[in-house]
């Protein structure tokens, strides 16, 4: 059936690099995107989102990219600092459905 | 505004026993979903509530477990008798109408131990 899915279990970055989360989706009629952080014993909370009518979307250090044409979506975090050590979800919908599907995660791990 | 609050944070209990676990979503919002968090599966959607009703349950395991929601302000998901698989941690979350605010809102989550 569809999914959604991630490249990387486990992405590992020094202190102050650039960080990238990838995400690959298989639903052609998804239409909206969200990233979720889940720190250690806490819920997962929104980051960002994006809408298929966009394919770039800027927060405070993080940017998400949508390519549709390979179904692919990115998390870019800049800077990196420790407090970001965390899974991050990557989820997505499709119209009609109030119902996200979860990737399965990529933890990220900050090292000082 | 609190958040979606879950209890308990913490519930160990022997296999055959009911366990019951509670949410309050966010104030406002009018649909509720109750998920289970493993290692091995990830992220399952169990339930989704709309303005209390039950929309969509067929990700609830098997007739062990149920889930309510008598009023916008709470909803219950128990298992009865528990077993040592459902050990996890069981997340209930909530969001506004689609269109207007479609990204959900966690609670902290509840982690069910079952021995």
């Known amino acids: 059936g569809e999914s959604v899915g991630l490249h990387l279990p486990t992405l590992s970055v020094q202190e102050g690099d650039n960080s990238i989360i990838n995400c690959a989706y298989s639903?052609?009629?998804?239409?909206?995107f969200i990233w979720y952080k889940q720190e250690s014993g806490k819920g997962p909370q929104f980051i960002i989102d994006?809408?298929?009518?966009?394919d770039k979307r800027q927060g405070q250090r993080v940017t998400v990219l949508l390519n549709k044409t390979v179904k692919h979506l990115s998390l870019q975090i800049a800077a990196t600092q420790p407090g970001d050590s965390a899974v991050y979800f990557c989820?997505?919908?499709?119209?009609?459905?109030?119902?996200?599907?979860f990737g399965r995660g990529t933890s990220l791990i900050v090292h000082p | 505004d609190a958040g979606v609050i879950q209890s308990p944070r913490h519930e160990v209990t022997e296999m055959g026993q009911e366990v019951t676990l509670r949410c309050k979503p966010i104030?406002?919002?009018?649909?509720l979903f109750w998920y289970r968090q493993t290692m091995m599966r990830g992220l399952e959607l169990l339930i989704y509530?709309?303005?209390?009703?039950?929309?969509?349950d067929s990700g609830m395991p098997e007739d062990r477990f149920s889930a309510k929601m008598p009023n916008a302000s709470f909803s219950t998901l128990k298992i009865q008798p528990s077993e040592p698989r459902d050990s996890a941690v069981y997340f209930c979350?909530?969001?506004?109408?689609?269109?207007?605010?479609?990204?959900?809102?966690f609670g902290s989550g509840t982690q069910l131990s079952v021995l």
């Open positions: 979350a909530s969001s506004g109408d689609r269109g207007t605010n479609e990204k959900l809102f």
């Open positions: 104030s406002g919002h009018n649909s």
């Open positions: 994006i809408r298929s009518n966009m």
């Open positions: 509530f709309n303005n209390n009703v039950p929309i969509d």
């Open positions: 639903n052609s009629a998804s239409d909206y």
């Open positions: 989820a997505e919908t499709s119209g009609g459905s109030y119902i996200p599907t």
